[in-house]
């Protein structure tokens, strides 16, 4: 009963979409998705205060070095993050990397973060809220948090911001649009040329970010975007990787694409996922159409690796050679390196691991 309600919804939205032939009608589509996205989130924190970053150690790899990173996204509203950056001085294009579903965080994306630094990148890799050094529920009696892992606590914090007409995807947001102020703040970031990319829960704040930020130049979001033509029916996601009232208000997943044509998006899905690559396929096969109205059919691009959920190899070769392609003028090799990986302990910001150790340190709550 409630996917029929939802396919209706879906269906009154194609409609609108089927009426849009022109640039400037393409235009205001867009200024209305894009007010309604900040509405239905409960719009952005208004705050433009200093980030009062530090590095708190670093390490020196093969060809390019990890800073350890923490700064405030909101006053004493601590994150956590790796930054990889290429050893040889200069300004680079950077990207941030969003970590996925892992209880650990920032380690997740690193064998990708390492390689992009080689190619002459700066890359960020951050915790994003309920992972890493920013779990919300720690319990010394339990040496972990209270809610289990990351997801709980997510689904907590979501249930806490529904209540009160909000989502809790507005904070993930901010924290990764904060992320993108640290990275422009940095003497070696052209910050012309930035890029965002992720894979599951960091597929879908990369397909956020891509959408809000008119900074990032090139977006790949994987294993995330779906139409909910098919995605309603099944397992849906996380709840930060859910607006409120996204469908009653004639929006799919398709819009976050739109909304930033012709910026260059590769989509990216896994044959074995759940985030199913037919629902993917449906993402892209509109916005392609969409990018048609701009004459910018090659700045969107679809790609289905093996496996389940997750990026194998050539996906993350896939990653490579597009943010290649559209930051750095076509200009390098965009095969895989070996490279070392460091475990979750090395990789720690803080000295406790927690960033509550903090003195004055705030929890989402």
């Keep these: 009963w409630m996917n029929q309600t939802a396919q209706r919804q879906l269906q009154g939205r194609q409609r609108a979409i089927d009426q849009i032939h022109t640039v400037a009608e393409a235009e205001r589509r ?14 952005l924190p208004d705050y433009n205060g ?80 309920g992972q890493g050094e920013r779990e919300q529920s720690y319990v010394p009696q339990l040496s972990g948090p209270l809610g289990g892992w990351s997801v709980p606590e997510h689904i907590q914090a979501g249930a806490q911001s529904l209540l009160i007409g909000e989502s809790a995807a507005r904070f993930f947001i901010w924290d990764a649009k904060r992320g993108i102020d640290y990275l422009v703040s940095r003497p070696d970031v052209d910050s012309t040329r930035l890029g965002a990319a992720g894979c599951s829960g960091g597929g879908a704040l990369t397909t956020f970010i891509g959408a809000l930020d008119p900074r990032v130049k090139a977006v790949i979001p994987a294993c995330y975007p779906n139409s909910y033509q098919l995605l309603f029916a099944g397992p849906d996601p996380d709840t930060e990787m859910t607006f409120p009232q996204f469908l009653v208000r004639g ?41 048609g109205i701009y004459g910018a059919e090659d700045k969107l691009a679809f790609f289905v690796g093996p496996g389940s959920h997750g990026t194998p190899l050539v996906s993350r070769e896939a990653v490579y050679q597009w943010m290649i392609r559209w930051l750095k003028d076509g200009q390098g090799d965009f095969h895989e390196q070996p490279v070392h990986l460091y475990t979750n302990l090395e990789l720690l910001v803080t000295p406790t691991g927690r960033v509550e150790d903090i003195p004055g340190s705030r929890k989402l709550y």
Excluded at 56 to 83: C, R
Excluded at 270 to 287: C, K, Q, S
Aim: without cysteine.
């Design 251 to 291: 929006l799919d997943v398709a819009d976050y694409v739109e909304v930033t044509a012709p910026t260059p998006w590769l989509i990216q899905a896994t044959e074995g996922d759940y985030f199913t690559p037919a629902g993917a396929r449906l993402v892209y096969e509109e916005a392609r159409h969409w990018y």
């Design 50 to 129: 200093p980030l009062n970053s530090k590095i708190t150690g670093q390490i020196k790899a093969e060809g390019y070095t990890i800073e350890k990173v923490l700064f405030q996204s909101l006053p004493n509203f601590y994150v956590t993050g790796d930054l990889y950056r290429p050893n040889q001085p200069g300004r680079y294009p950077a990207i941030l990397f969003q970590s996925g579903h892992t209880q650990e965080g920032k380690p997740e994306p690193q064998r990708a973060a390492a390689n992009l630094a080689l190619k002459g990148f700066v890359v960020l890799a951050t915790d994003p809220i």
């Design 30 to 43: 867009k200024q209305k998705v894009r007010e309604t996205l900040l509405d239905i989130l409960g719009g």
